[in-house]
């Protein structure tokens, strides 16, 4: 038997306990430790690893599998390039970039414009890599002839980000109930419909056909966007079930270092805010489910009667679509008593478990509204051609990082991109956490 080197019996004992602790981090409550990082420094062999993303969970559906190799999933979310000549903090640093644009209302050129001022996608309109989170409140339907080219273009980007690694959040705006339900009169074109075909072609689209088919699957009517992927990926519940692996995370320090996005708004008094996002969108869910599942399909309207709400529908989907319903509820853009309003904020944010709320659907044709040190913000500007308001994005900078000595720094950057005038500061927070309080 030949007679291993001094080298090897050396070194196959810490690669052994190595081994043993990266494992027993990936079955630890939390997933992989955050702080993990260790080396074997006297061999020039380093180890380095951090919580792994995992993807956005489909609107009605189970998370898939992303294919993506845990290894590389980890190196990329890390934040850190460990070098084995260098005597460098092994605890990783978490970057998050998100990108937020409201009410775009059929206009791909504006659309397109807002898109690649904020760095979500390049001249040609394809997804750049530099975001890793992009939101869209709703009402990307109706005011204008784009919905076909904007829904396939935006679909295009939905594909494009998950091979990058990226996120994309897509929210059901009242626009987009309104045509499911079949009330989209007023505010659709003459010019719009023939993009269709024909009305009765339209009609089809938004209630059985392709366009209501993507609604149902990639679209939600609330989301909830933890900061952190340790307290889990998009639409996480707060507070989450006993039995969740992020129930842990969620009950300490970064509970709320998430921000919530509604179309509307999230009334005090809506009844269904916990869990958040799932009570809301699990009623969503049954609503846009009956709503299909009409037979027949009730004929356009006009010339035909507005058909209203389905018959069936329950008292929580009728309050869904009312007007303190996540839809339409305009309550936090009124102006009045801002202690009053903030106060009500923070109420709301305590049940959501969040630290800010994000909202479309009340246009302001200057600037992205924030309100309670921006605790509350209004991202409506009038993108469309229809509204000629300011072209506008809400960018959110996170990180974590190891401070020396110990202890955690967290910072939160909350900017208003514009295309044509000077970007905004809305919020700038920082916090210090104890090595043991964050772990």
Known sequence: MPRLSTWTLSV????????AYLAQSYISPLGPAPHLGFGLRWYGITFSSSEAQAP?????????????????????????????????????????????????????????????????????????????????????????????ALYEWLEELREQAHGMGGIMISLLGNHEWMNAIGKPAEYVFPSEVETFGSISKRQRAV??????????????????????????????????????????????????????????????????????????????ASLFHRLRSRDPQPP????????????????????????????????????????????????????????RMVMGHTPNLHSIVAKCGGKVLIIDTGISHAYGGVLSALSVEYTLEPVDGGGWREQEVVKALYADQDDELLAHATRDLAENELF
């Open 12 to 19: 196959l004992p810490l690669l052994v306990l190595s081994v």
């Open 56 to 148: 956005l969970a489909q609107p009605h559906s189970q998370i898939k599998d992303t294919g993506v190799p845990v290894d590389s999933t980890l190196e990329a979310l890390s934040g850190v390039a460990v070098d084995a000549a260098a005597d460098v903090d092994p605890r990783p640093k978490f970057k998050r970039r998100i990108v937020a644009v409201g009410d775009i209302h059929g206009d791909l050129l504006n659309a397109h414009r807002v898109l690649q001022m904020a760095r979500v996608v390049d001249e040609d309109g394809l997804w750049t890599g530099e975001v890793d989170v992009f939101v869209q409140t709703g009402d990307i339907i109706d005011r204008g002839d784009d919905t076909i």
């Open 207 to 284: 209630t059985t056909g392709w366009l209501a088919n993507i609604w149902a699957s990639n679209y939600t009517t609330a989301a909830r966007l933890p900061l952190h992927a340790l307290l889990g990926p998009p639409n996480t519940d707060y507070p989450p079930p006993e039995d969740s692996q992020y129930q842990r995370a969620n009950a300490g320090p970064l509970s709320h270092a998430a921000f919530s996005f509604v179309h509307g708004g999230l009334a005090p008094s809506y009844p269904n805010l916990q869990p958040f996002p799932s009570a809301i969108n699990n009623i969503s």
């Open 300 to 355: 356009p309207h006009p010339p035909h009667a507005y058909p209203g709400l389905p018959v069936g529908t329950t008292r929580e989907e009728a309050r869904l679509y009312g007007s303190d319903g996540p839809l339409w509820y305009r309550g936090w853009a009124e102006e009045g008593d801002e202690a009053r309003l903030c106060a009500q904020a923070d109420q709301v944010l305590q049940k959501t478990g969040t630290r």
